[in-house]
């Protein structure tokens, strides 16, 4: 079975920075398309940052683009989402979902079921509050 595991959530103040990290057990994340999908009380899924498994190509929504990046270690078979300046609004739970076929923009743009995606985590909540 294949397993995610996010962690580095946590309170933080409006302008601080956080780094999410999602780990993957029983398979090498690299292999792998990538989405950081969060979701905020009472609101549906949005996916703030995707990372491809060919060329590691990344892709933003124009919401989050000056402020998330996305990066891989593969050594170490993590994705990171960091995040910058962050606003109340980014309160959420954060997953982390791998799957093999989706391209780099049909994993953000194409929000599926959970249970469609090869591996979905069980969230990190980030809370910003001051």
């Known amino acids: 079975q294949l397993q995610l595991v996010e962690s580095g959530g946590g309170l933080v103040q409006p302008g601080e920075s956080l780094t999410l990290s999602c780990g993957a057990s029983?398979?090498?994340?690299?292999?792998?398309?990538i989405g950081w999908i969060r979701q905020a009380p009472g609101k549906g899924r949005e996916a703030v940052s995707c990372?491809?498994?060919?060329?590691?190509?990344?892709y933003y929504p124009d919401s989050v683009k000056s402020r998330f990046a996305i990066s891989r270690d593969n050594a170490k078979n993590t994705v990171y989402l960091q995040i910058n300046n962050l606003e109340p609004e980014d309160t959420a739970v954060y997953y982390c979902?791998?799957?093999?076929?989706?391209?780099?923009?049909?994993?953000?743009?194409?929000?599926?079921?959970?249970?469609?995606?090869?591996?979905w985590g069980q969230g990190t909540q980030v809370t910003v509050a001051s």
């Open positions: 990372i491809s498994r060919t060329d590691d190509t990344t």
């Open positions: 979902a791998a799957d093999q076929t989706l391209s780099v923009h049909s994993m953000c743009l194409a929000l599926l079921e959970q249970s469609l995606y090869d591996a």
């Open positions: 029983g398979f090498n994340l690299e292999d792998y398309t």
